[in-house]
C-alpha cells in the first residue's frame, strides 16, 4: 500500500515548455487535489476533483489544466511553464467525496523549477 | 471569508521542552480544523482535527490542541518535545460545503535544541 505516489520528483523546465504531473492512490479514496506551496503562503488549492469525472478549480487555478483519469489517477498539466509556476506541487485524496471536513493524504510532493 | 494565521514563522526550542504552536482563524461559525505536519522533503501528514464535541483533541505522537471559540484559537500542544518532532506544522481551517473551502496557514517551522 503506497498511499499517494507523484511523478517525477524534480523537474526543470524552460519557459514556455509543458508538463504533465503525474499522481496515483491506491487507497480507493473519491476525492483528489492538487496544491502548490510556495514559502511563507502555505498550501494553495489548485484544483480538485471531488469524485471521479468531475473536477473543479480551487484558488489558484490559472495556467493549469487537470484530467481526472480514473478513481486512482490525476493528473496536473502546464501548458506553458511561466518563472511564477516554480513551486512545489502536493497532489492529495480523501475518502468521502468533497467537503471540508476530510483528512487529506499528500505525496511526497514534485518540486518544480521554470527558468 | 474564512482565513487561517500562524503568527510564528520559526520557533525553537531545547529537546524535553513543552511546545505550543498557535493558530488563530476566522470563520462565522464553528469550523472543522486540522493540524497537519511536514517533515524535510515530504507530505503533509495530519495530526489532530476538531470538528465538534470535547475541545481539547488528541492526535498522534503525542500533540493534543485545543479549540477555544471565544479566541478563534486552535493551538498545538506538546509537553514534551523529541528531536524527531523538528518539522512545519500546518493550521488548516476548513468551512461551507466544498473541499476548496479548506485553508492552510502559512506554516511554523519547529527547530529542536539538543
Known amino acids: 500500500n503506497a498511499g499517494v505516489t507523484q511523478t517525477p520528483k524534480f523537474q526543470v523546465l524552460k519557459t514556455g515548455q509543458s508538463m504533465t504531473l503525474q499522481c496515483a492512490q491506491d487507497?480507493?479514496?473519491?476525492?483528489m487535489y492538487w496544491y502548490r506551496q510556495d514559502p511563507g503562503m502555505g498550501l494553495r488549492l489548485i484544483y480538485y476533483?471531488?469524485?471521479?469525472?468531475?473536477?473543479d478549480k480551487g484558488e489558484v487555478p490559472n495556467g493549469y489544466n487537470v484530467s481526472r483519469l480514473n478513481k486512482r489517477e490525476f493528473s496536473l498539466r502546464l501548458e506553458s511553464a511561466a518563472p511564477s509556476q516554480t513551486s512545489v506541487y502536493f497532489c492529495?485524496?480523501?475518502?468521502?467525496?468533497?467537503?471540508?471536513?476530510?483528512?487529506?493524504?499528500f505525496g511526497p510532493g514534485t518540486r518544480l523549477l521554470v527558468l | 471569508a474564512q482565513s487561517v494565521t500562524q503568527p510564528d514563522i520559526h520557533i525553537t526550542v531545547s529537546e524535553g521542552a513543552s511546545l505550543e504552536l498557535r493558530c488563530n482563524y476566522s470563520?462565522?461559525?464553528?469550523?472543522?480544523l486540522f493540524w497537519y505536519v511536514q517533515s524535510p522533503g515530504q507530505g503533509l501528514q495530519l495530526l489532530l482535527k476538531?470538528?465538534?464535541?470535547?475541545?481539547l483533541v488528541q492526535g498522534i505522537k503525542g500533540f493534543e490542541a485545543e479549540f477555544k471559540r471565544s479566541q478563534s484559537s486552535f493551538n498545538l500542544r506538546k509537553p514534551s518535545v523529541h528531536w524527531s518532532d523538528a518539522a512545519e506544522y500546518f493550521c488548516?481551517?476548513?468551512?461551507?460545503?466544498?473541499?476548496?473551502?479548506?485553508?492552510f496557514g502559512s506554516g511554523t517551522r519547529l527547530s529542536i535544541r539538543p
Open positions: 492529495a485524496s480523501s475518502e468521502m467525496v468533497g467537503g471540508p471536513r476530510e483528512t487529506q493524504y
Open positions: 487507497m480507493n479514496h473519491n476525492s
Open positions: 476533483s471531488a469524485s471521479e469525472g468531475t473536477t
Open positions: 470563520y462565522g461559525a464553528t469550523p472543522y
Open positions: 476538531y470538528f465538534s464535541g470535547d475541545t
Open positions: 488548516a481551517v476548513g468551512a461551507g460545503s466544498s473541499a476548496s473551502k479548506i485553508i
